[in-house]
């Protein structure tokens, strides 16, 4: 089994920066690509970014393209997102999950639906 857990939350001003962090514990063999996926309570949710460990291959959502930034420590099992010139539409529970197998994450509609482990999110908000 892979752990995550999730941590760098807060509320900050429109225009300010946050680092969210997703230490992965437990089989972190089997957490071969890594993603920050984001949902506003009652919305759909949607996939931010995605690492593939090891390869260090990246994805970003149109949406936050050139203002996050996705990255890992290997050594310390952890995967960073840098979230900078933050919107008040960036306000959502951010969830790290993780995937054995890497094939297609990154790519398609809802491809988070097929992530294998889930960490408990960590709430960002940002005020107008």
């Known amino acids: 089994q892979v752990q995550l857990m999730e941590s760098g939350g807060g509320t900050v001003q429109a225009g300010g920066s946050l680092r969210l962090s997703c230490e992965v514990s437990?089989?972190?063999?089997?957490?071969?690509?890594m993603a920050w996926i984001r949902q506003v309570s009652g919305m759909e949710r949607e996939g931010v970014a995605v690492?593939?460990?090891?390869?260090?291959?990246?994805y970003y959502a149109d949406s936050v393209k050139g203002r996050f930034s996705i990255s890992e420590d290997s050594a310390k099992n952890t995967v960073y997102l840098e979230m900078n010139s933050l919107k008040p539409e960036d306000t959502a529970m951010y969830y790290c999950?993780?995937?054995?197998?890497?094939?297609?994450?990154?790519?398609?509609?809802?491809?988070?639906?097929?992530?294998?482990?889930w960490g408990k999110g960590t709430l960002v908000t940002i005020s107008s």
């Open positions: 999950a993780a995937k054995y197998r890497c094939a297609g994450v990154g790519y398609g509609d809802n491809w988070y639906a097929n992530m294998d482990y």
């Open positions: 437990g089989d972190t063999y089997r957490a071969n690509c």
């Open positions: 690492i593939y460990r090891g390869a260090g291959h990246t």
